[in-house]
């Protein structure tokens, strides 16, 4: 079993659509959580970062941890054709290595 | 935030040759920096930790001999792939921790460079 588990998708939804987006973790040690967005040959770039347990929002994201369920998401409200990237979780323990999912493809068509 | 700054972007090389990919922090200085390779359509896959005056740590399975990476100064590391074959083709990304974020092993990440050995 992976440590960290994404659904790689693609996931296809029309512009305007709220776009859900999540990962499953099996260490219970993890207490920080980062989301990256990655476009087509590029770096990844940090999107969110949450420390622990709740939710945080910056403009039309928000970023959910439920630690109890070792559950974390992203949602995205009002797409964009520019969201059209893949989203890659990641977490840590703190100092330790970060810890990346596979990533989900997103396609958000006009 | 923190950026790192990563060079050359992309490079097409012949089998047998070598390749040197720059890792530059720019405003900040990292000790440390951590280089990773992406297969398409596939995750990030850590290489190794850059430690800036001392040698890298290699992950398990990296041949250390052919990807060489050299730390000499607290805002540039750099990668080697020594020659070069077909199936080191891949992306190359670098990264630091981001400064911002004082509490955790928060990344901040390089563009990335496409190395393609002919």
């Known amino acids: 079993q992976k440590e960290v588990e994404q659904d790689p998708g693609p996931l296809s939804v029309p512009e305007g659509a709220i776009v859900s987006l999540n990962c499953t973790y099996s260490n219970s040690a993890f207490q920080y959580f980062m989301w990256y967005r990655q476009y087509s040959r590029k770096g990844p770039e940090l999107l969110m970062y949450t420390y622990s347990s709740g939710n945080k929002e910056d403009g039309r994201f928000t970023a959910q941890v439920d630690k109890s369920s070792k559950y974390i998401s992203l949602f995205i409200r009002d797409s964009q054709p520019s969201d059209s990237a893949t989203y890659l979780c990641a977490m840590n323990t703190g100092f330790q290595k970060l810890v990346f999912g596979t990533g989900t493809r997103l396609l958000v068509s006009p | 935030g923190a950026v790192v700054s990563q060079h050359p972007s992309w490079v097409i090389c012949k089998s047998g040759t070598s390749v040197k990919i720059e890792c530059r922090s720019l405003d900040f200085q990292a000790t440390t920096m951590f280089w990773y390779r992406q297969f398409p359509k596939q995750s990030l896959m850590l290489m190794a930790t850059?430690?800036?005056?001392?040698?890298?740590?290699?992950e398990q399975g990296v041949e250390k001999d052919k990807f060489l990476i050299n730390h000499a100064s607290l805002t540039l590391s750099t990668l080697t792939v020594t020659s070069a074959h077909p199936e080191d083709s891949s992306f190359y990304i670098c990264s630091a921790k981001d400064v911002t974020y004082s509490g955790a092993n928060v990344l901040t990440f390089g563009a990335g460079s496409r190395l393609t050995v002919l």
């Open positions: 850059s430690n800036e005056g001392s040698k890298a740590t290699y």
